[in-house]
T-cell receptor, first 115, second 109 residues
Framework: DTAVSQTPKYLVTQMGNDKSIKCEQN?????MYWYKQDSKKFLKIMFS???????INETVPNRFSPKSPDKAHLNLHINSLELGDSAVYFC??????????????FGEGSWLTVV | QKEVEQDPGPLSVPEGAIVSLNCTYS??????FMWYRQYSRKGPELLMY??SSGNKEDGRFTAQVDKSSKYISLFIRDSQPSDSATYLC?????????WGAGTKLIIKP
């Protein structure tokens, strides 16, 4: 039974399009995240939500808009896609909001390719 | 200079070898140190977690933290082909997790 699931797994789309990635966790966690992993495998946090409230909002273009309808779901909507948005996007969750001693559980990733 | 430095590799070793993976960091406030393993086309998963300095062992894996040198290591004994993956270090002073770039490890049968 998948703990953190995200859809779609693969997405190929044209520049300028708008797309969404959905994420759900069944671990009962209070905190959810979106991470971006570039081609060099560098993992960078984009957003963090705790109980549906935005906690971390890193320097991310405002074309990226997260939405948390409830604490088990965190979706990512991207407007006006650009070539540089091509990356793997990971949804994740954890019990606590602080990073200290807190295991983060990742989904399998969504491979976004913008052409 | 990045807060956390990690050689991206790839590091290729024969099966059965002892593997040493390392990260250096600049923020002396880091207290929590983690190693995540990421298989190809999968998300990272927590492998080892250490608080402050010292060693922690779990089966074939040993995590070591040297705060005086700002240096952490992950040792893998009797390496297996199934250990082939990217290993990411991550560390925290409290609120946010800072990640290394990951080292790609290849264990040759």
């Amino acid at each position: 039974d998948t703990a953190v699931s995200q859809t779609p797994k693969y997405l190929v789309t044209q520049m300028g399009n708008d797309k969404s990635i959905k994420c759900e966790q069944n671990l009962g966690h209070d905190t959810m995240y979106w991470y971006k992993q570039d081609s060099k495998k560098f993992l960078k946090i984009m957003f963090s939500y705790n109980n549906k409230e935005l906690i971390i909002n890193e320097t991310v273009p405002n074309r990226f808009s997260p939405k948390s309808p409830d604490k088990a779901h965190l979706n990512l909507h991207i407007n006006s896609l650009e070539l540089g948005d091509s990356a793997v996007y990971f949804c994740a969750s954890s019990q606590e909001v602080t990073a200290s001693g807190n295991t983060i559980y990742f989904g399998e990733g969504s491979w976004l390719t913008v052409v | 200079q990045k807060e956390v430095e990690q050689d991206p590799g790839p590091l290729s070793v024969p099966e059965g070898a002892i593997v040493s993976l390392n990260c250096t960091y600049s923020n002396s406030a880091f207290q929590y140190f983690m190693w995540y393993r990421q298989y190809s086309r999968k998300g990272p998963e927590l492998l080892m977690y250490t608080y402050s300095s010292g060693n922690k062992e779990d089966g074939r894996f040993t995590a070591q933290v040297d705060k005086s040198s700002k240096y952490i290591s992950l040792f893998i004994r009797d390496s297996q082909p199934s250990d082939s993956a990217t290993y990411l270090c991550a560390m925290s002073a409290g609120y946010q997790l800072i990640w290394g770039a990951g080292t790609k490890l290849i264990i040759k049968p």
